[in-house]
């Protein structure tokens, strides 16, 4: 997805990211985001933050979920680059809730996107946590 550095709900994801150091004040501003965004792409953004910032497995899921289906809602094919990391972040959450068939499920979803990844570092890490996480519920 193409990201305008100049686009509010950016600014303020961007400002948390730089104080992850220090997760409460992070979390605001990705609340903030949330809170202000109008559109999907911009609940998207914040969404996928928010997730970052869960302390339960639970809620952690609940925003992977959501960033998902705002990212599934954008009529943008770059949005597509996003479904490899949202899938794999929720089948990590199946997976370490026990669920491993849904775990199973969304790694494979994961991998159905890779083609779409970069051959960068970036692409290298989704795809070996989407390896990774495929032999871990392998039946």
């Known amino acids: 997805m193409n990201f305008d550095p100049n686009n509010p709900i ?8 730089s104080l992850e150091g220090k997760p409460e004040e992070a979390s605001r501003l990705f609340m903030q985001a949330w809170n202000e965004a109008t ?37 943008d094919d770059s949005a597509n680059a996003a479904y490899p990391s949202l899938y794999l972040n929720i089948a990590k959450c199946y997976e370490d809730l026990g669920k491993v ?19 960068d570092g970036y692409g290298k890490m989704i795809r070996a946590g989407i390896y990774s996480g495929i032999e871990r519920v392998k039946p």
């Open 101 to 119: 068939e849904q775990a199973r499920e969304n790694y494979d979803l994961a991998l159905s996107f890779a083609d779409v990844l970069p051959d």
């Open 39 to 75: 559109n999907d792409a911009e609940k998207f953004i914040a969404a996928h933050y928010l997730a970052r910032h869960q302390r339960s497995v639970e809620d952690k899921l609940k925003w992977d979920e959501t960033a998902l289906d705002l990212a599934l809602n954008i009529n």
């Open 10 to 17: 950016v600014k303020l994801c961007a400002k948390g990211v």
